[in-house]
């Protein structure tokens, strides 16, 4: 895998390794994460209260679609400015982790979203798309292999 980052970890030699991000680190940028996406979910909820006269958005307004789609959005969102913006969440800064490209470019705002989507299918499907980084030596997820990016150690 080739990166533009210099990751730490050197060798005797002065050639550097890259140090792939296991899944309990990855488990727990994501609990960090989660902190900041709260945020911004009540940000944008509010926002729609405020806007639907102080009333919550229940199902059964004819808006709640918007209102959901809304929600998904601005995580999204979140995700790919920080990402596209230094690779790097709350989270991850946190616990020292970095997203890379295989290329070494920036992220493209397209694999952003097939990233994001993909993470939540691995979620949704009992978590199999995080267990098969136990399996791999460059420890990649799905999200990861469809988006063509790892995380790696910082």
Do not use: Q
Not at 47 to 56: F, H, L, Q
Not at 74 to 90: C, D, E, V
Not at 106 to 117: E, F, P, Q, V
């Amino acid at each position: 895998m080739h990166t533009s980052e210099k990751p730490k970890d050197s060798t005797s030699s002065g050639t550097t390794e890259v140090v792939y991000c296991t899944l309990p680190r990855r488990l727990m940028v994501m609990l960090y994460d989660s902190f900041a996406v709260l945020a911004v979910l009540f940000l944008i909820s509010v926002a729609w209260v405020v806007g639907n006269s102080g009333e919550a958005i229940t199902p059964e307004y004819k808006i709640y679609p918007l209102y959901m789609l809304s929600l998904w959005l601005a995580t999204w969102f979140y995700f790919a400015i920080s990402w596209r913006k230094g690779g790097l969440t709350l989270g991850m800064r946190a616990w020292h982790t970095r997203l890379v490209t295989e290329s070494g470019t920036k992220i493209s705002w397209a694999m952003t979203l097939i990233r994001y989507c993909a993470a939540w299918l691995s979620l949704f499907a009992l978590a199999t798309g995080f267990l098969i980084s136990l399996l791999r030596k460059d420890r990649a997820c799905l999200h990861d292999l469809l988006s063509r990016s790892r995380l790696i150690r910082d």
